[in-house]
């Protein structure tokens, strides 16, 4: 099972970036396809970007396109999100998570988690 330890949420203006970091251990990093999630209050769980296990391939969610970078280092055993232009909407805790599956949009198949870094914009 891998442990998974977010990093880098904080205050950020609107329009303002921010880079969260997702550091992996105890298991193979790069089996896993992962993935950044997030969640607003009074609001479901959702994804944000995924990204398989080579780096390959990368999902995004219509809110984030264009404007949020998900990308990995497997000799690190670490993921990255740049968030660029953040908007109002944005705010919300941001979770990373892993799956040992291949399809980056099934959020069932995520089912090892980290404990969340929250963000906060200002505008």
């Known amino acids: 099972q891998v442990q998974l330890v977010e990093s880098g949420g904080g205050l950020v203006q609107a329009g303002g970036s921010l880079r969260l970091s997702c550091a992996a251990s105890?298991?193979?990093?790069?089996?896993?396809?992962m993935g950044w999630f997030r969640q607003a209050p009074g609001k479901e769980r959702e994804i944000v970007a995924t990204?398989?296990?080579?780096?390959?391939?990368?999902y995004y969610a219509d809110s984030v396109k264009g404007r949020f970078t998900i990308s990995r280092n497997n000799p690190k055993n670490a993921m990255y999100l740049q968030m660029n232009s953040l908007k109002p909407e944005d705010p919300a805790v941001y979770y990373c998570?892993?799956?040992?599956?291949?399809?980056?949009?099934?959020?069932?198949?995520?089912?090892?988690w980290g404990q969340g870094t929250q963000l906060t914009v200002s505008s």
């Open positions: 998570a892993a799956s040992r599956g291949i399809i980056l949009t099934d959020l069932a198949a995520f089912r090892s």
């Open positions: 990204i398989s296990r080579s780096g390959g391939n990368r």
């Open positions: 105890g298991s193979t990093f790069s089996s896993y396809a």
